[in-house]
């Protein structure tokens, strides 16, 4: 566990179908109130996870700088702002939702626990993670197998994907220095 001396970077994935154009700086906002953000990928529109018949996600990447351990990361901190934003977790796993954030790699740790996986197993199956994670640590080796994720990913199809360059440019003049 990271001391409150230490500081650790990690990577967040952020999305959000509902109002996203709002709900992704509010919650990169409320981020930076718990450390700076260092960096931010470009946003892409994707198609909904769960199936036609809700808008399209706008997903992408931020990487942070914290004192908090994987744990506090996740659960008190990126759930909380969930919360603020009116995330509704009870409506299902494929449901749209106001933001998503999820914890996908903290330091060069690999953690297993039941409700604490990292790196986000999520990584190696979803592009718009995988790729955006590329473009903001292109030398990035998985702290799990070893291996670069630029060999991973690689191969992973980018149908689909649309980025949205003016959001992107927006967000990181607003938030990265």
Same mark, same amino acid.
């Given at each position: 566990?990271?001391?409150?001396?230490?500081?650790?970077?990690?990577?967040?994935?952020?999305?959000?179908?509902?109002?996203?154009?709002?709900?992704?700086?509010?919650?990169?906002?409320?981020?930076?109130?718990?450390?700076?953000?260092?960096?931010?990928?470009?946003?892409?529109?994707?198609?909904?996870?769960?199936?036609?018949?809700?808008?399209?996600?706008?997903?992408?990447?931020?990487?942070?700088?914290?004192?908090?351990?994987?744990?506090?990361?996740?659960?008190?901190?990126?759930?909380? $702002?969930?919360? !603020?934003?009116?995330?509704?977790? =009870?409506?299902?796993?494929? +449901? #749209?939702?106001? %933001?998503?954030? /999820?914890?996908?790699?903290?330091?060069?740790?690999?953690?297993?626990?039941?409700?604490?996986?990292?790196?986000?197993?999520? $990584?190696?199956? !979803?592009?718009?993670?995988?790729? =955006?994670?590329?473009?903001? +640590? #292109?030398?990035? %080796?998985?702290? /799990?197998?070893?291996?670069?994720?630029?060999?991973?990913?690689?191969?992973?199809?980018?149908?689909?994907?649309?980025?949205?360059?003016?959001?992107?440019?927006?967000?990181?003049?607003?938030?990265?220095?």
């Amino acid at each position: 566990m990271a001391s409150k001396a230490e500081r650790t970077t990690a990577c967040v994935g952020i999305g959000s179908n509902i109002a996203p154009e709002t709900n992704i700086p509010a919650a990169l906002e409320l981020l930076a109130g718990h450390g700076p953000i260092l960096a931010l990928s470009t946003f892409y529109w994707t198609p909904p996870l769960g199936g036609p018949g809700q808008p399209e996600y706008l997903n992408g990447v931020c990487v942070t700088e914290t004192s908090r351990s994987p744990r506090e990361l996740k659960f008190g901190v990126l759930r909380s $702002i969930e919360q !603020r934003l009116r995330r509704d977790r =009870s409506a299902g796993k494929w +449901a #749209p939702r106001t %933001i998503d954030l /999820d914890l996908l790699l903290y330091g060069d740790r690999a953690v297993e626990e039941p409700d604490l996986v990292i790196p986000d197993p999520d $990584i190696r199956s !979803r592009p718009f993670l995988a790729l =955006s994670l590329l473009e903001v +640590a #292109p030398e990035l %080796i998985m702290p /799990d197998t070893g291996l670069p994720l630029a060999i991973e990913a690689g191969s992973m199809d980018r149908e689909g994907m649309k980025p949205d360059e003016d959001f992107s440019r927006r967000l990181n003049a607003r938030f990265t220095s």
